[in-house]
């Protein structure tokens, strides 16, 4: 139990509020009683998740300085996604593309989702060299492939914005070279007018 979590005002009103439910539990219509009765229930409904990446030193560091998170709780190890969910999570993710013009169409996004889905994939065969290699682990977590979908709709976004201000620039130039071509016809025409003048004083 944290010590002063709660005024005495405060215990009171808790405790008083369990009261029939402790007596009916059969637990002593008494304040231990009561105060077990309600830190019994609140351990039985007080589920809370941790998740930790075994990427780096962190989730080892934790575990030693804090042994009741191996020791007290359920440790749930998640498999590798596999290749449709890897594919649903892609699709889900960059829906917004088309929405927001980048794709084409759904042809386009289910080709580039089930191409991220089998590069995340191909990792896992690189991941086993290396640490044949180099007696290293490299881990590819879920949270990594999350990371490549924000990175490439980041990137993707970046270079259409940078192809778009080229179209502009170019179709700026284009635009200002037809002007300087209208003008350089000008000047040619004034050029023979003037020659045929200076022909004619001669």
């Not at 005024?7 to 029939?20: F, I, K, P």
């Not at 231990?32 to 962190?58: Q, T, W």
Request: with cysteine; charged share 30%; aromatic share 10%.
């Amino acid at each position: 139990v944290i010590p002063d979590l709660f005024t005495r005002e405060e215990y009171d009103a808790l405790l008083g509020s369990v009261r029939n439910s402790a007596k009916a539990s059969g637990y002593a219509d008494d304040r231990e009683g009561h105060f077990a009765f309600f830190i019994d229930r609140f351990r039985r409904n007080l589920h809370y998740i941790l998740c930790h990446s075994p990427v780096g030193d962190d989730f080892r560091i934790r575990g030693r300085k804090f042994p009741a998170l191996i020791s007290c709780t359920v440790v749930d190890e998640f498999m590798p996604w596999p290749r449709d969910a890897l594919d649903g999570v892609a699709r889900r993710f960059l829906v917004d593309l088309i929405n927001g013009g980048n794709f084409q169409d759904e042809d386009t996004l289910g080709v580039v989702a089930a191409n991220m889905a089998e590069v995340h994939l191909s990792i896992e065969g690189a991941n086993k060299r290396y640490l044949e290699v180099e007696r290293r682990n490299n881990y590819c977590t879920p949270k990594s492939f999350l990371e490549l979908i924000s990175f490439y709709m980041k990137m993707l976004s970046s270079k259409q914005a940078d192809v778009l201000q080229n179209c502009e620039r170019l179709e700026k130039g284009l635009a200002i070279m037809e002007q300087v071509q209208s003008k350089v016809e000008g000047l040619k025409e004034d050029l023979k007018i003037t020659m045929v003048q200076v022909e004619e004083k001669k």
